[in-house]
């Protein structure tokens, strides 16, 4: 996992200490602008050697020729924005200045990054001896490495940087950033190999980078997958384009509010991966009780988390699969049609697998959570055909706790989750192993138990108990030493007791 790399950690706790008072919500902003910065430089730089250089392909190539780094997807740096001529001048008072004019210049010269790029180094406030130590500092990384190399340990500073700020913030850094280990869970379950993947609300832009990754550990092409999001607020959509761009990751994600106005209308996604704001109720519900969407029912206006559901079942392809991550309350909710709009789902076999996830797993809230799997098509081959049978995986004993407040899934514990789905949805060929339930963490349970259950989809009612281990001590001896212990334990109460009565005797009171 990320959080055990330790250049990550030294480098943050570094970075940190430079912030002094400023509120994290800012100094994010400064930080994050810097490691972009530093990546495109580093990019730009190793490009700018080769076309130099003029050697084979390169021969002839002009170095300051904009068209020779687009033709090999590098953003173009003017010589005042590139790093070294920055750091060179980091310790003048005029830095905040020309960093803004670098920023600007760089968005001026590579129209995909216009109004992306931060330009907040000028401001007064900001101490520019503080700014300058920083520029040293994220000056080192990937300083003793080269090309690929270097280019990946800024993207992973990049990420760890947003889960650091996430935690930092507390509630408002949620609304950017999926825990990791949730966004690694989501995509090794629902294996997005190829095709279109859409996160209606994107924050950071984490899921597709681990999207990315994945195809990559696989050994497939990044090429075949096209990736698309919205996101409503401008500040997050900013950080998702940079994480993205470090990475090279061609994304179609478009500015504005999901629910009330869908930028990608006529998209159909093959896999939709998603982490919804939890429980909202201002979703604007009241203008949208007509909406096509809401096959399966109207969503009341107080909360937005079956208008969420189904918006990402009407945007699943014939063959789409959908892993959401939503607040517990949406698996037995009945208050405003919840209760019947999830029957409708579950009846018309939308629902594919629940997974109940331990508390603080998330850095925003201490509302426990679950995912929701969902399949267009149980029956359409690609796996075994799951029609009438849902699985429920109760997870909440997984997990270790970081620090204080959070929990995460090890590497380990996502396999088991996962694998045990692939298991379930399989057709039972290898490299697959045969599914089974296991009491108290998965249980397959039919369309029939399902109603039996008035159609709550908590995993817990349908796994039952976890199976004790069988010691080998007979039962009659096992009461006999229970029995013992409690007469034991009951002779002490009385001795207590009586020590109790005489002392309260010694001072005037008597029980």
């Given amino acids: 996992m990320a959080g055990n790399n330790e250049l990550e950690k030294t480098l943050w706790a570094a970075a940190d200490k430079l912030r002094s008072n400023m509120d994290a919500a800012e100094y994010k902003h400064i930080v994050l602008g810097l490691i972009f910065l530093k990546y495109i430089s580093d990019a730009f730089s190793d490009l700018h050697e080769q076309l130099k250089a003029g050697i084979g392909e390169f021969e002839g190539a002009d170095p300051e020729d904009t068209d020779e780094y687009l033709a090999h997807n590098i953003f173009f740096v003017p010589e005042k924005a590139r790093w070294q001529y920055l750091q060179d001048r980091a310790k003048q008072p005029e830095i905040g200045k020309w960093l803004d004019e670098a920023m600007d210049a760089i968005e001026k010269s590579n129209p995909s990054l216009k109004g992306v790029l931060p330009k907040i180094y000028a401001d007064p406030e900001l101490n520019k001896q503080r700014l300058g130590e920083l520029i040293d500092l994220i000056g080192t990384i990937g300083f003793n490495q080269s090309g690929h190399q270097a280019k990946d340990l800024l993207g992973r500073v990049y990420e760890y940087f947003l889960g650091q700020f996430a935690d930092a913030e507390g509630k408002k850094g949620g609304q950017f950033y999926t825990p990791a280990s949730i966004v690694k869970l989501l995509v090794a379950m629902l ?97 949208l009780r007509d909406d096509h969407r809401w096959k399966y029912g109207i969503p009341p206006v107080g909360n937005a988390n079956y208008a969420w559901l189904q918006h990402f079942a009407h945007k699943l392809s014939p063959s789409g699969t959908a892993g959401i991550v939503l607040a517990n309350g949406s698996m037995n909710s009945n208050s405003g049609g919840e209760g019947e709009i999830r029957k409708n789902m579950i009846e018309a076999g939308l629902i594919d697998c629940m997974v109940a996830l331990p508390a603080q797993l998330f850095y925003n809230t201490m509302i426990p959570a679950c995912l929701w799997f969902l399949a267009r098509n149980k029956a359409n081959g690609k796996f075994r055909n799951r029609s009438g049978e849902i699985l429920f995986i109760d997870a909440r004993k997984l997990g270790a706790m970081i620090n204080r407040r959070n929990k995460e899934f090890s590497d380990d514990d996502i396999a088991l989750i996962a694998d045990t789905y692939h298991s379930w949805r399989c057709k039972g060929e290898p490299p697959c192993s045969p599914y089974e339930d296991i009491p108290g963490f998965c249980k397959s349970a039919t369309l029939e138990e399902v109603r039996k259950n008035n159609h709550v989809l908590m995993p817990g009612r349908y796994v039952g108990a976890e199976a004790e281990e069988d010691d080998g001590i007979p039962f009659d001896d096992k009461m006999k030493g229970l029995t013992a212990k409690l007469a034991e334990q009951f002779a002490r109460g009385r001795e207590l007791e009586m020590l109790i009565r005489e002392n309260l005797k010694g001072i005037g009171y008597e029980l």
């Avoid at 996101?231 to 090279?248: F, Q």
């Fill in 191 to 287: 294996e997005p190999y190829q095709g279109r993947v859409y996160d209606g609300c994107c924050g950071s832009g984490g899921i597709f980078v681990q999207s990315e990754r994945f195809v990559a550990e696989h050994q497939g092409n990044i090429k075949d997958l096209s990736i698309y999001g919205q996101e409503s607020n401008p500040t997050t959509l900013r950080l998702a384009k940079m994480n993205l761009a470090i990475r090279g990751i061609d994304a179609k994600i478009e500015l504005g509010d999901t629910l009330l106005v869908d930028k990608h209308k006529d998209l159909k996604a093959d896999f939709i991966l998603a982490n919804p704001p939890f429980n909202v109720s201002d979703w604007s519900g009241e203008h």
